[in-house]
C-alpha cells in the first residue's frame, strides 16, 4: 500500500462515500417526521412526547458537532467517520426493534451520536483530498444529496410506514450505512497518527468538553420552549441561564488551556461574516419550512399530499442546482457567486409577498422553485468559501464550528417563526404571512451585504497536505 494516494487517484470514490454518510443524516432526521402519528397510537403516547423522538436526535448532534470536529484533527477525521458509520447502524438498529417509547427515544440519542461523528468529520475531508479545482463541485454535490435527503424523507417514510411498518424508516439505514463503511475502509486514507489514542487523552480538553457540550445543549433546550413562552418564560430563564454559566467556566478554562477546543485564531474576520451570513440564511430557510404548510393547507386548502409535493419544489430545486453551483464557483468568485443567490433569495420573498393575496398554486410553486434555486447558489459557493480560510490541521474543530451554526440557526428559525404564527385564527393567516415574509426580506439582504461588501478575500490557492495512510 502506497505511503500516500498519488496525485491522480480518482476522487470520486472518496467523495461519493462522504456524501452517504450526509444524505444518510438528513435523510433520517426527516422520514421519522411523517411517521410520529403512527408511532404515537402504537406506544399509546401524547403528541407532546412524541416530539422527544426528533428532539433526542438534535439534542446530541447539536452539541457534539465542535467536540467531535476537534477529536477528528486529533486521531483523524476518517477513524471518526467510519466509527461514525458504526455507531449510527447501531443505533439504528435499536430503533428499530424498540419495544417501548423510551427504548426508541435512548435508541435515538444513539443515532445522534453516530449522526455527529458523520457530520462533523465528512465534509471537514473534501479539503483534504478533493482538488482545489472541484471543491466547489465537492461541496455542491453535498448540498445536493442534504437536499435529497430532506425531498425523499417524507414519501419514503410514508410508503415504508404504510407498506411495511414504521421500524423499516430505520432499518433502511442499516445497508446504506454498511455500504457507506466498505466503501470508507476501502478508498479513505487513514492518516498516520502515532500514538493517536494517547494524543487524544493529552491534547482534548476534557474539562472543556464537558462545559461547551453542556452550554450547547443548554442553549438548545432553551431555543425548543421560545414558541411556549405564553404558558410561562420560567423554564425559558432557567436553561437560558445554566447554558450561560457553562458558557463562563468554558471560556474561562480555555484561557487557561494550553491547548484549547476552540482555538481563537479560527475566527477571522472572513471566517466569523460567512459564519454570521450562513445562519441568517438557515433562519430563513428553517422559518420557512415551517410556515408553509400552513399556507398551503389552509389558505390554499391543500390536501398533506398535495402540500407535500409543493414543497418538493424547492427541495428538487435546491438540489439539481446545488451541483452546478458548486462547479461555477470553482471557475469565480464564489463569495460574489453566494451574494447573487442571496440577492436572487430575497427577489423571490418579496415576489411571494407580492401574490400572497391572490392564494395562487402556480405562484407558490414559482416562489419555492426560485428559493431553491437561489438558495442552491448560495450553500455551494458559501461552504466553499468558509473552508478555505481554515488551517489544514484544524478542518474538523471549524466544520463542526460550522455544523453548529446551521443547526442552531435551524433551532432558531423553528423557535421564532413557531411563536410568532402561534395560535393564529384561519381567517387572520393570510395577513400574518403578509408580515412575516415581509420582515423575512430583511434577512437575506444582510447576507447580500455581507457578502458583497465585505470585500473577503479570495480561496487560498495552497492545497492542504494529503494525510499518509497508516
Excluded at 468559501?385 to 474538523?396: D, E, F, R, V
Amino acid at each position: 500500500m502506497p505511503e500516500k494516494p498519488p496525485e491522480n487517484q480518482n476522487y470520486l470514490p472518496i467523495l461519493f462515500t462522504i456524501t452517504i454518510g450526509v444524505f444518510m443524516c438528513l435523510l433520517d432526521s426527516n422520514i421519522v417526521r411523517i411517521c410520529l402519528p403512527v408511532i404515537t397510537g402504537e406506544f399509546g403516547i401524547t403528541s407532546g412526547q412524541s416530539a422527544w423522538i426528533n428532539l433526542a436526535y438534535l439534542l446530541v448532534v447539536t452539541p457534539g458537532l465542535p467536540i467531535f470536529g476537534k477529536v477528528s484533527d486529533i486521531v483523524g477525521a476518517g477513524r471518526i467517520f467510519i466509527a461514525g458509520y458504526l455507531v449510527f447502524i447501531t443505533g439504528s438498529i435499536f430503533c428499530g426493534i424498540s419495544p417501548s417509547f423510551y427504548w426508541l427515544v435512548f435508541s435515538r440519542f444513539i443515532q445522534g451520536l453516530g449522526g455527529a461523528m458523520l457530520i462533523s468529520s465528512g465534509p471537514s475531508m473534501i479539503p483534504m483530498y478533493i482538488p482545489p479545482a472541484r471543491r466547489g463541485f465537492a461541496f455542491g454535490l453535498q448540498a445536493a444529496a442534504a437536499g435529497l435527503g430532506v425531498s425523499v424523507g417524507a414519501p419514503l417514510g410514508g410508503i415504508l410506514t404504510e407498506m411495511l411498518s414504521w421500524r423499516y424508516i430505520f432499518y433502511i439505514n442499516v445497508p446504506v450505512a454498511a455500504a457507506g463503511i466498505i466503501m470508507a475502509i476501502r478508498y479513505i486514507p487513514m492518516e498516520t497518527r502515532v500514538d493517536w489514542m494517547k494524543n487524544l487523552s493529552k491534547r482534548f480538553d476534557i474539562a472543556g468538553g464537558f462545559y461547551l457540550y453542556f452550554c450547547l445543549l443548554f442553549i438548545t433546550i432553551a431555543l425548543s420552549m421560545v414558541s411556549k413562552l405564553k404558558s410561562g418564560p420560567g423554564p425559558l430563564i432557567i436553561f437560558t441561564v445554566l447554558s450561560l454559566i457553562f458558557l463562563s467556566l468554558f471560556l474561562g478554562r480555555e484561557k487557561k488551556c494550553p491547548e484549547p477546543l476552540i482555538d481563537p485564531s479560527l475566527f477571522s474576520k472572513p471566517f466569523v461574516l460567512l459564519l454570521f451570513s450562513t445562519f441568517t440564511g438557515y433562519v430563513l430557510m428553517t422559518g420557512n419550512s415551517f410556515m408553509m404548510p400552513f399556507y398551503l393547507m389552509s389558505p390554499l386548502g391543500l390536501t398533506p399530499a398535495q402540500s407535500g409535493l409543493m414543497i418538493l419544489f424547492f427541495s428538487l430545486s435546491f438540489s439539481l442546482f446545488s451541483a452546478a453551483a458548486g462547479k461555477i464557483a470553482d471557475k469565480i468568485d464564489p463569495a460574489k457567486l453566494a451574494a447573487f443567490g442571496m440577492f436572487l433569495t430575497a427577489l423571490a420573498f418579496a415576489f411571494f409577498v407580492f401574490v400572497i393575496g391572490a392564494k395562487s398554486v402556480c405562484q407558490t410553486a414559482f416562489f419555492l422553485f426560485i428559493y431553491g434555486s437561489a438558495f442552491a447558489f448560495f450553500v455551494s459557493p458559501s461552504n466553499k468559501l468558509i473552508m478555505s480560510y481554515i488551517p489544514k490541521n484544524k478542518q474538523g474543530v471549524s466544520n463542526g464550528i460550522y455544523r453548529t451554526a446551521v443547526f442552531f440557526a435551524s433551532l432558531v428559525g423553528l423557535s421564532i417563526y413557531g411563536a410568532l404564527s402561534d395560535h393564529v385564527e384561519a381567517g387572520a393567516m393570510v395577513p400574518l404571512f403578509f408580515n412575516i415574509y415581509m420582515w423575512s426580506i430583511f434577512l437575506p439582504l444582510i447576507s447580500f451585504l455581507i457578502l458583497y461588501f465585505s470585500k473577503l478575500p479570495a480561496p487560498a490557492a495552497v492545497e492542504p497536505a494529503v494525510p499518509e495512510r497508516s
